[in-house]
């Protein structure tokens, strides 16, 4: 089952300054092409080529970039495969209020271009081996669940992690053995409505919203599930992490 995705690329990254004083994160370079190229050419690999971008800072060089993505000057693994190439929409936040909109901010302004279930993931996290997968995609489609989040065990730099891991695969807010949330996950739109969230979809008014309470409050009623991934993983934050990549 195919479904459309959408990547969140409208940080500042403020840490990883003074790289991204001229070049937003995601345009950072790892081990040869853009932070954001990984995950874009992963979820064509999976089937997955209609894509949404959120954009703020430098916004424009994101969509420069990525709006002819497939042809020769992107040096794309995509190339000369049978693999498609990826359809992107640009939610240009920057553009539009003058800032980003936060996670779930940025989720409610894009959702007209979403479906009724999508994936969402950072632009910023190195996950070269994670996939993106269409039984993954059935399975949550007919758990009938809000959310279903990748977890990774927790890095030096979140040492308490963000939620816990139930033996029947459902997330839980309980404080001991939490995981650390990858930013992947398969998503539904509900839980970007009443009674989770009460910004219009579309959020025409540009409302930031924080993805995290939306999360917490579905986890409540045990409408999210999850899974540990353990395969490489990077949350690109701040420049050392970066050059640890190589």
């Not at 758990?143 to 033996?167: Q, R, Y």
Request: net charge negative; proline share 8%; aromatic share 10%.
């Amino acid at each position: 089952m195919s479904i459309k995705a959408m990547i969140l690329a409208a940080g500042r990254g403020e840490r990883m300054r003074p790289l991204t004083d001229h070049t937003p994160k995601p345009m950072l370079t790892v081990r040869g092409k853009p932070l954001m190229q990984w995950p874009v050419e992963a979820l064509a690999r999976g089937g997955f080529t209609d894509l949404v971008i959120n954009t703020a800072w430098l916004g424009d060089k994101i969509s420069d970039y990525f709006c002819c993505f497939g042809t020769s000057d992107n040096n794309s693994s995509l190339l000369n495969t049978e693999h498609s190439i990826p359809k992107i929409y640009f939610s240009h936040e920057g553009r539009d209020f003058g800032g980003a909109l936060e996670t779930a901010g940025g989720i409610v302004r894009a959702l007209p271009h979403l479906g009724e279930h999508f994936w969402v993931l950072a632009g910023d996290v190195f996950a070269p081996d994670f996939v993106f997968s269409p039984l993954a995609v059935t399975q949550f489609v007919q758990s009938g669940m809000l959310a279903h989040l990748w977890l990774v065990p927790n890095p030096t730099h979140n040492p308490k992690g963000d939620f816990a891991l139930t033996p029947d695969g459902l997330l839980s807010n309980a404080p001991e053995h939490r995981q650390t949330y990858s930013t992947i996950g398969l998503y539904h739109r509900d839980l970007f409505s009443a009674p989770f969230c009460d910004i219009p979809a579309g959020n025409p008014q540009g409302v930031k919203a924080a993805l995290a309470p939306l999360l917490r409050a579905a986890i409540a009623q045990n409408r999210v599930s999850g899974e540990l991934y353990t395969g490489a993983w990077t949350d690109v934050g701040t420049p050392e992490r970066l050059a640890q990549l190589g």
